[in-house]
Each structure stands twice: as structure tokens, then as C-alpha cells.
């Protein structure tokens, strides 16, 4: 990685020629991050992808095709999902709508993608 870090959660998408991994979020020494580092397994390499909307530590993330989810985190106002689509050539978080939610998702929480488009919770 580029900065050591810890408390962060990790995906990985599949292109058509590579794998990316990534480390959303972290525990810094100075505080708590809001970056995304991403590693090429074709290339051997890591380099800083976007910034999240929110700064993030203990958090869980899930991913659905080609779209990283990232939920909860140890904060005592983090109750938010962001995404990111990994797909454009210059990918973005974006915040979802917790309007739809009955329950926020918040540390300490396990995320499982399930088919076709459902993500299941436990804990926290």
C-alpha cells in the first residue's frame, strides 16, 4: 500500500484484463482517512484512487459487478453508504439515500452480497 493503514475494509473488481483490489478507509496515526488505494495484480502496483465523501474507519464493503458498496464505520455519526462504479475512466463515490433503509448500518458490521441485487447486514 501507499500508507500504512489499519480498521480499513477491502474489494476487488475484476476488468477485463486485470484484477483491482482496494483499501477503502483506514485508521491513520493523524486520525481517520477518507482515501481509496487501489492495486493492480497485472501490474503489481498501488495508486491512490478517489477521495470518499465521508471519512471512514471499521467500516464494511461489498461488491456487485462492477460497483463497490461501503457501509457503517466507527464514528458515532457514521451511518451512510457510499459507492463507487468502477467502471468510468475516472471513478467517484457517491452517497445513497438512507431514506429506504429501516436500519443504518454503523461499526462492527458484516455486508454479504447475496443475488441479484440485495446486501445483507449483520451486526453492529
Not at 18 to 41: C, N, P, R
Not at 115 to 124: Q, V
Request: glycine fraction near 8%.
Amino acid at each position: 500500500m501507499i500508507h500504512p493503514r489499519e480498521w480499513h475494509c477491502m474489494a476487488e473488481v475484476s476488468e477485463l484484463y486485470d484484477t483491482i483490489i482496494l483499501a477503502i478507509g483506514a485508521k491513520y496515526h493523524s486520525g481517520f482517512a477518507d482515501t481509496t488505494e487501489m492495486y493492480s495484480v497485472k501490474h503489481n502496483k498501488w495508486k491512490l484512487g478517489p477521495k470518499m465523501g465521508t471519512k471512514r474507519t471499521d467500516s464494511t464493503c461489498v461488491t456487485e459487478n462492477e460497483t463497490i458498496y461501503v457501509m457503517g464505520g466507527w464514528l458515532l455519526d457514521m451511518i451512510s453508504i457510499e459507492k463507487l462504479d468502477s467502471k468510468p475512466q475516472t471513478p467517484r463515490w457517491e452517497k445513497i439515500d438512507l431514506s429506504v433503509f429501516n436500519h443504518y448500518p454503523q461499526s462492527g458490521i458484516g455486508s454479504f452480497y447475496v443475488k441479484p441485487h440485495s446486501i445483507l447486514l449483520f451486526g453492529g
